[in-house]
C-alpha cells in the first residue's frame, strides 16, 4: 500500500445479501467512500420478499489485499447476510441493461439503428427524429455499443450498473 | 400476557435494560427523552449518573465498561445530545469498547421536518458505531434492546446506538425477554482454524527470534484469555511486548516484558519486533502507532495474527498464518495442540535471542536526567507509581505527553486498570473515565492522570464527582502546554511553537475547591511525595496541580514515518535526525 510502484489492482463483483432494512445501503456505500474504496457500479433490489432480502451487487476495483479488505469489512457489517466474490468464486454470468437515446435524421437515423440490430438492441421508444434502444449484456458491449452511438447522434444514457450471477447449479 | 402489552415504551426500555443487567445508565435529560426520564423517575433499580455533558456520559460509559467488562449504557437526548455524544461513540469505536448508546429522537411523524432538535442520528453515527438502530414501532423496541447489547459485546466490542423517537417511548406495546431473542446475521467465529493454530504453533517451536505482540483484545476475551496469555508466556519462555491498549493484559512485573511497544514504546520491544524471524500478534492490530514504517516494519519475520475480526488480517501488515476467533478460544486451543505436539521451543536459540534483547535493555531506554529543582514528569509518574502500587489503582489518562509518560512508568499487573484513549486519542477522555470506573468500584483508588490542557475538555465533570460522591484523584501534569503538540514542532516543525502555549489557564485548587473537592499545588520535587500522599489520603475528589518540567520530550520515540530500527532515544539524538518527507504528512 505504501511502497513506490503501485501494485496491480484488479476489477471484482462482489455479491452481497443483506437483509433488507433501512439503511443498509448507506452502511454499504458509506464503508466505501469512507474507508477509500473506488464502486465502478452498485445495484441493487430486494431478491427474496418472504426473508426480506436484498441483493447488492457492486463492482469495484483494487489490489488484492484491498479487495479482501473490502470483503471483510462488508462481512463485518451487522445487517450482512454472506459476501461472495463472484470473480474469484468461479465462472459467473455479468449483464447490464442500458437505455441510449439517439437523435438525427437520414442516414445517421438508419445507421443507429444498423447497429443497434448487429447488438441486439431492442427499440422501446421512436419518434420521427430519434429512438430509445434498449440494450442487455456485459458492460464492455454496452460501452462498445454507447461508443458506436457517439457520432450518430448520442444524447442520453441511463445504465443500471452490474447485476451477476454464478454459473452453474448453486447459490449464493 | 395481557398484562404485557399494558406497557409504554420507557417501561419496555427500563425492564429490557434491566434483563440486560444494567445497573447504571451515564445521562443528559432533554424534551425527546422525558418520558424515559419519568419512568427512571419512578423506580430505584437502575441508577442514573447525571453528568453535565454528554461527551462524559459517553467516557464515563467507556471507563465503567473497561474497568468491568461490562456493556456501558447511555442515555442522551435528541439533537444536540446525540452530536455531542458522537466524538465518545467514536472513541469506544476504535478501542473496540461495548457499549449501548440511548437517543432521544423526534416524533416519528416530524422526522425529516427539520423539527426541533431533530439530528439524523443514525446518519451521523453510523461510521462511528458499530451498528444503529432507529425504533420506529414499540413493539421492536425491546427485540432492539436485546439485539443491542448482544451486538456490543459479541465479536469485537463495540459502540451500539439506539434512536428512540418520543412517540415510541410513550406508545403501548408488548415486552419480550432476552431469550426470545436471536440475531439473525451477526454471528461471529469464536474457534479458529485448526490446521491454522496448528501451523502457528509449529512455526512457534522452530522460531529462533520469537516475539510475542499483545493487545487489548486479550483483555477484551475476558479473564481466561489472559490467564492463558500468561501461561502461553511461561509454557514458552518468549520475549512479549504490549500494545497501549493490552498495557496489564500479562503483568509487567513478568521478567519476559519487554515494555511497551510502538511511537513511544521501549527500546528493546521495538527492536525485538524489527529483529525477530516470528512474531505472534494476539488481539492486536498493526496500528500505525504501533508499527512505524509499513514497508520496513519487522521485515524478517514470519507473523501469526489472532484477531476476532477478520477486516483486522492484513490490513495493515501482510501476515502469513491468520487465526480468526476469539483470543481465549483460541489460545486455549493453541496451548493443547502445543502439548498434544510435544513441541518444544529451541532453547539454544532463545538464549542467545535473550542475550541479544539484554543487551538493548542495557542502553536504559526509560533513563531521563533527574533534577532537585523543576519535577521532572517522568519522577512524578515513578513517584505516584511507588506510592499507590499497594492500593492496586485504576489509572485513567488524558491524551498527550502524560498519557506516554504514564504508560511508561507505571506497571500494570492486571487487567482493566489501565483507562487510556488509544485509537482516537481524545483529550478529555481521562475524567468522565475515571468517573465511570469509580462507579463500578466506589472504594478503589481511582487517578487521572491529566495534562493541565486536556483536562480542561471535561473539566465540569468536576460537579458529576460532587454530586455523586465519587472520590476520584486527578493527578495533572502541569506543563503549561499542549506537550505533544510542542513536542511534534520542536522535533519536526523547526521549534516554530504555533499556537502549543497557553498562557492563560485556571488556578487549579480554587477550581477545585470551587467545585467542593480538595486541591493543592507543589513544584519542587522534595514536596512530591507528600503532596501525592495528601491527595490519596483525603477523602474525596482532589486535585494536584503537579508543576513539571515544561520542556522534557517523550522519549525513546519512533518519529512519524520511520522504522523500529531508527528511534529517538533522547535530547542528543534530536539534531542529527532530518525529518523525512513521507513523516511529515504523517499524523
Ligand atoms: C480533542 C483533541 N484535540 C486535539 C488533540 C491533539 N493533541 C494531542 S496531545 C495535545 C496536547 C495535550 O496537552 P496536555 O493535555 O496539556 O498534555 P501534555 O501533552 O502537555 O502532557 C493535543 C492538542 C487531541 N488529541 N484531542
Ligand atoms: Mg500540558
Known amino acids: 500500500m505504501t511502497g513506490k510502484h503501485q501494485p496491480h489492482t484488479h476489477r471484482h463483483t462482489i455479491a452481497v445479501l443483506v437483509d433488507n432494512e433501512p439503511g443498509v445501503l448507506a452502511r454499504v456505500i458509506g464503508l466505501f467512500s469512507g474507508r477509500g474504496y473506488n464502486i465502478e457500479s452498485l445495484t441493487v433490489a430486494e431478491v427474496a420478499a418472504r426473508d426480506n432480502l436484498s441483493r447488492i451487487t457492486v463492482v469495484t476495483s483494487g489490489t488484492a489485499q484491498i479487495i479482501e479488505q473490502i470483503k471483510a469489512q462488508l462481512s463485518r457489517l451487522v445487517p450482512v447476510h454472506k459476501v461472495v466474490d463472484l470473480t474469484n468464486e468461479g465462472p459467473a454470468v455479468e449483464r447490464e441493461l442500458a437505455l441510449v437515446k439517439v437523435a438525427g435524421i437520414g442516414e445517421k437515423r438508419v445507421e443507429s439503428l444498423r447497429i443497434a440490430g448487429i447488438f441486439r438492441a431492442h427499440t422501446v421508444d421512436s419518434t420521427n427524429e430519434s429512438f430509445v434502444f434498449e440494450i442487455v449484456g456485459r458492460s464492455d458491449k454496452i460501452d462498445a455499443f454507447i461508443n458506436l452511438m457517439e457520432p450518430l447522434g448520442l444524447v442520453d444514457v441511463s445504465r443500471t450498473g452490474v447485476v451477476a450471477i454464478a454459473r452453474g447449479t448453486q447459490p449464493l | 400476557m395481557s398484562h404485557d402489552h399494558d406497557l409504554n415504551g420507557a417501561e419496555i426500555l427500563l425492564k429490557a435494560l434491566a434483563d440486560q443487567g444494567v445497573e447504571v445508565v451515564f445521562g443528559y435529560p432533554g424534551g425527546a427523552v422525558l418520558p424515559i426520564y419519568d419512568e427512571i423517575f419512578k423506580q430505584n433499580r437502575l441508577r442514573h449518573i447525571l453528568v453535565r455533558h454528554e461527551q462524559a456520559a459517553v467516557h464515563a460509559a467507556e471507563g465503567y465498561a473497561r474497568a468491568t467488562g461490562k456493556v456501558g449504557a447511555v442515555l442522551v437526548t435528541s439533537g444536540p445530545g446525540s452530536t455531542n455524544a458522537v466524538t465518545g461513540l467514536l472513541d469506544a469505536m476504535l478501542d473496540s469498547t461495548p457499549m449501548v448508546c440511548m437517543t432521544g429522537q423526534v416524533p416519528t411523524s416530524l422526522i425529516g421536518n427539520d423539527a426541533f432538535q431533530e439530528a439524523d442520528t443514525t446518519g451521523i453515527t453510523r461510521p462511528c458505531s458499530k451498528h444503529n438502530y432507529l425504533v420506529k414501532d414499540v413493539n421492536d423496541l425491546a427485540r432492539v434492546i436485546h439485539e443491542a447489547f448482544y451486538v456490543a459485546k459479541s465479536g469485537r466490542p463495540g459502540p451500539v446506538v439506539v434512536d428512540l423517537p418520543k412517540d415510541v417511548v410513550t406508545a403501548k406495546g408488548r415486552y419480550i425477554g432476552p431469550d426470545k431473542v436471536r440475531h439473525k446475521t451477526y454471528k461471529p467465529k469464536v474457534k479458529g482454524d485448526i490446521a491454522a493454530i496448528e501451523a502457528a504453533v509449529e512455526l512457534m517451536a522452530q522460531a529462533k527470534k520469537p516475539i510475542l505482540y499483545l493487545g487489548g483484545g486479550v483483555i477484551n476475551s475476558g479473564l481466561e484469555a489472559v490467564a492463558l496469555a500468561t501461561k502461553l508466556v511461561k509454557m514458552t519462555g518468549f520475549p512479549f511486548t504490549q500494545t497501549l491498549m493490552g498495557l496489564g493484559a500479562v503483568p509487567a512485573s513478568n521478567p519476559q516484558y519487554l515494555g511497551m511497544v510502538g511511537m513511544h514504546g521501549t527500546f528493546e520491544a521495538n527492536l525485538a519486533m524489527h529483529d525477530c524471524d516470528v512474531m505472534v500478534c494476539i488481539g492486536a492490530r498493526f496500528d500505525d502507532r504501533v508499527t512505524g514504517k509499513t514497508s520496513t516494519f519487522s521485515p524478517k519475520s514470519k507473523k501469526i495474527h489472532i484477531d476476532i475480526d ?272 513521507d513523516g511529515m504528512v504523517l499524523v
Not at chain 2, 485509537?423 to 477522555?429: E, V
Not at chain 2, 486527578?474 to 519536526?492: A, D, H, K, S, T
Not at chain 2, 499556537?499 to 493543592?520: I, Q
Not at chain 2, 517523550?554 to 539534531?575: C, K, S, T
Request: with cysteine.
Open chain 2, 310 to 581: 477478520p477486516s483486522s488480517i492484513n490490513k495493515n501488515v501482510v501476515v502469513d498464518i491468520p487465526v480468526v476467533g476469539d483470543v481465549g478460544h483460541v489460545l486455549e486451543d493453541m496451548i493443547r495442540v502445543w502439548k498434544a505436539k510435544q513441541l518444544h521451543v529451541d532453547e539454544k536459540a532463545l538464549k542467545s535471542w535473550w542475550r541479544e534483547i539484554d543487551g538493548w535493555r542495557a542502553k536504559d531506554c526509560l533513563r531521563y536526567t533527574k533534577s532537585k529543582k523543576v519535577i521532572k514528569p517522568q519522577y512524578a509518574i515513578e513517584r505516584l507509581y511507588e506510592l499507590t502500587r499497594d492500593k492496586d489503582p485504576i489509572i485513567a489518562t488524558e491524551v498527550g505527553q502524560h498519557q506516554m509518560w504514564a504508560a511508561q512508568f507505571s506497571k500494570f499487573d492486571q487487567p482493566r486498570h489501565w483507562l487510556s484513549s488509544g485509537g482516537l486519542g481524545t483529550m478529555g477522555f481521562g475524567l468522565p473515565a475515571a468517573m465511570g470506573a469509580q462507579v463500578a468500584f466506589p472504594e478503589k483508588l481511582v487517578i487521572d492522570i491529566a495534562g493541565e490542557s486536556s483536562i480542561q475538555m471535561n473539566i465540569q465533570e468536576l460537579a458529576t464527582l460532587a454530586q455523586e460522591r465519587l472520590p476520584v484523584k486527578i493527578f495533572i501534569m502541569n506543563n503549561q502546554y499542549l506537550g505533544m503538540v510542542r513536542q511534534w514542532q520542536e522535533l519536526l516543525h523547526g521549534g516554530r511553537y504555533a499556537e502549543s502555549h497557553m498562557d492563560v489557564h485556571p488556578d487549579f485548587v480554587k477550581l477545585a475547591e470551587a467545585y467542593g473537592a480538595k486541591g493543592r499545588r507543589v513544584d519542587k520535587p522534595a514536596d512530591l511525595d507528600a503532596a501525592i500522599m495528601e491527595m490519596i489520603e483525603t477523602p474525596g475528589a482532589f486535585i494536584l496541580d503537579v508543576r513539571t518540567d515544561a520542556s522534557e520530550n517523550v522519549f525513546p520515540m519512533i518519529p512519524p514515518g520511520a522504522a523500529h530500527n531508527e528511534m529517538l532515544l533522547g535530547p542528543e539524538d534530536e539534531a542529527e535526525k532530518p525529518s523525512s518527507e
